[in-house]
């Protein structure tokens, strides 16, 4: 069976702190891994990661992917109020599938 | 510049009523997908489609149905509501397995 795992759950952190975010996964088929950020409504594209050891930068945000060990973490640094969201880690299978964990809700007080 | 259009945002139905969930998209994508998210819970996907006249099931496909006539539109059919499927929807394109999913803003259903 399929499985997406997230780690923490939750979160709180003070604002400036950094942040790492865990997602690892069990999939058949594997195609890439994709970091959505989701707030009030619909969730919002960060990130894709197809390859290994590549990091993907965007601001503060930050991503890499490990194949092998089959796991991929999220870096947040220098954390705002406006980062305190749902970020959810979802893995694209073979079968078309986009294949979402359960999400790691942070919360980033002043 | 719409991206993923879903109708109505916010429903209450009745136990057995029947009703769809409409989405649209104007990018010329070949995938759609809907999903449902329970409170405090991931996405599921429900059904996908990879181009029009093609859908298959997802994870959790009980209790719905969707038909893929045209690109655009891919709506998600409920025939007989029931309180398990109160959930927020939500309806993703992207145009092939290789790029991100856009999200519609998503429909809120309670089944009372």
């Known amino acids: 069976e399929d499985k997406v795992v997230q780690s923490p759950l939750s979160l709180v952190v003070h604002e400036g702190d950094t942040v790492t975010l865990n997602c690892s996964y069990e999939?058949?088929?594997?195609?890439?891994l994709l970091w959505y950020k989701q707030e009030k409504k619909a969730p919002t594209f960060l990130f894709m990661l197809t390859s290994s050891g590549i990091e993907k930068k965007s601001g503060r945000l930050s991503s890499i992917l490990d194949k092998k060990e089959l796991f991929s973490i999220l870096n947040i640094t220098a954390t705002q109020t406006g980062d305190s969201a749902i970020y959810l880690c979802?893995?694209?299978?073979?079968?078309?599938?986009?294949?979402f964990g359960t999400g790691t809700r942070l919360t980033v007080i002043p | 510049n719409a991206g993923v259009t879903q109708t109505p945002k916010f429903r209450i139905l009745k136990i057995g009523q029947s009703m769809t969930l409409q989405c649209a998209q104007d990018m010329n994508h070949n995938y759609m997908y809907w999903y449902r998210q329970d409170p405090g819970m991931g996405l599921k996907l429900i059904y996908y489609?990879?181009?029009?006249?093609?859908?298959d099931k997802g994870e959790v496909p009980n209790g719905y149905n969707v038909s893929r006539s045209t690109t655009e539109d891919f709506p998600l059919r409920l025939e007989l509501a029931a309180p398990s499927q109160t959930s927020v929807y939500f309806c993703a394109s992207s145009q092939d397995r290789h790029t991100e999913a856009f999200f519609g803003q998503g429909t809120r259903l309670t089944v009372v």
């Open positions: 999939v058949t088929n594997f195609r890439s």
């Open positions: 489609s990879v181009g029009a006249g093609i859908t």
């Open positions: 979802a893995v694209l299978t073979g079968a078309n599938n986009l294949f």
